[in-house]
C-alpha cells in the first residue's frame, strides 16, 4: 500500500500511486479480478481469430533457439498474420513478433528466414529488426527483466529497482545468469507513469516497485521456473 502524501515542506514525501482506486460501479471487485496478474485462458499456437493473430505476447519464458519457423500451427498464425495487412512491409513487425516467441530471440539468420518468408531483402529486415529494441539480437534468460529509468520511475527510484536486480542475480547489464534463468535490462518508458517504478518480464508488467520487491519477485519467478 502507498504511504500517505505528507504536507507541503515535510522532510520527505514518499507517495506513490498504488494503481488502484477501488470499485467505481456497483460490481464488487476485488483489484486481483479487475487488473489480475495473470493471462486468462491459453493462447493458443495457431493464434485463434485472424483478428488476434498478430497481437499475441511475444516474449515467453520457454522457447527453442533452434526450432523451425513457422510450421505446424505457427504456419497457420503466420498466415493469418499476413492476411491482416495489405503489404508484406507491414506484416513484418507481427512477424518477427512470432519468431521471437518461438526462438526467444532474432539473429541474423532468423532475419533472413522471416526476409524470405515474406519476400523482403536481407537489409530491410535488418533495418526493422535492430531499429526496435524490443527484438533480442542475442539469446537472453527465460526470464528478460527490463526496468525502466525514464524520468517519472528514475524519480521514484528506478535506478535503485535496476541495481537491486542486478545485485541480487549477480550479473552486469545484460549478461545472463548461469542457470539462464534471468537478464536484466535497462529501457526507456514502459508506459505506466503514474505507477513507477514500472517493469516489464517477458509480457508482463509489474507496477510500484521498489528494491524491498526485489526478492519476491526473483523468488515468484524462480517457482515458475521449477
Known sequence: MSDSVKPSGADEIPFRNPGWAGNTGEFD??????????????LPAHGGHPGRAPT?????KDRE???PLFEGPYEERFEKIRSRFPTARAALLPALNLAQEIRGHISQ?????????????DAYV??????YTMYN????????????TNISCNLCGGDEVLAAFLEATETEMGET?????FTVMEVECLAACGTPTAIQINSRYFEN????????????LRDEAS
Not at 545468469?177 to 534463468?181: M, Q
Not at 516497485?209 to 515468484?220: E, K, Y
Request: glycine share 12%; aromatic share 8%; hydrophobic share 40%.
Open 29 to 42: 471487485l476485488t483489484e486481483e479480478l479487475v487488473r489480475g496478474e495473470e493471462y486468462v485462458g491459453d
Open 56 to 60: 499475441y505476447p511475444y516474449m515467453l
Open 65 to 67: 533457439p533452434e526450432a
Open 109 to 121: 539468420d532468423t532475419m533472413r528466414e522471416v526476409g524470405g518468408m515474406l519476400g523482403l531483402s
Open 126 to 131: 535488418r533495418g526493422v529488426a535492430t531499429f
Open 137 to 148: 539480437k542475442r539469446p537472453v534468460g527465460r526470464f528478460l527483466i527490463q526496468v525502466c
Open 177 to 181: 545468469t548461469e542457470d539462464g534463468l
Open 209 to 220: 516497485v521498489t528494491p524491498a520487491d526485489v526478492p519476491a519477485i526473483l523468488d515468484r
